[in-house]
C-alpha cells in the first residue's frame, strides 16, 4: 500500500478497510483479518494497525469478538457513506466552491464537466 503524507498511516489504512467493506470485499457479520495478518498484508507495524482497527470499532464499523477477532458491525457500510457524505459536504465541497469562485469558473461550465464525468463512470 502506498501511503500519502497528508494523514496519518492508522486513518490511510481504515479508508481502505472502509473502502473494502463499500466494495463488498468484507460482507456484514464477516470476519476481517487478523491484526498481524492485515498489517502484513498493507506492510505497517501491528500497533498501526491496532489503532486502525481501535478507531473503526469507535465509529462502530467493525467490532471485536473476544478471542475471535474482529467482525463488520451490521449497517458498517451505510455508516459509513453518512460519514463520508457529510464530510463531502463540510470540507470538500466547500474547498471546490471556492475553488470556482477564485478560477472564475462558470457554473455552467462546472455542471457540464460534471456530466461528462457522471457518463464515463
Request: glycine residues 4%.
Amino acid at each position: 500500500m502506498t501511503f500519502k503524507e497528508q494523514n496519518p498511516i492508522y486513518m490511510q489504512i481504515a479508508e481502505r478497510i472502509c473502502d473494502e467493506i463499500l466494495q463488498g470485499v468484507y460482507a456484514e457479520s464477516e470476519r476481517l483479518p487478523s491484526v498481524r495478518e492485515y498489517a502484513a498484508q498493507v506492510e505497517v507495524n501491528v500497533n498501526t494497525l491496532v489503532r486502525s482497527y481501535d478507531w473503526l470499532s469507535q465509529k462502530d464499523i467493525i467490532f471485536n469478538r473476544r478471542g475471535l477477532g474482529y467482525y463488520v458491525s451490521a449497517g458498517a457500510a451505510a455508516r459509513i457513506a453518512d460519514v463520508r457524505r457529510e464530510q463531502f459536504f463540510s470540507e470538500q465541497l466547500p474547498e471546490m466552491v471556492r475553488t470556482i469562485r477564485t478560477l472564475d469558473i462558470p457554473l455552467q461550465k462546472v455542471t457540464n464537466e460534471m456530466n461528462k464525468i457522471l457518463q464515463q463512470a
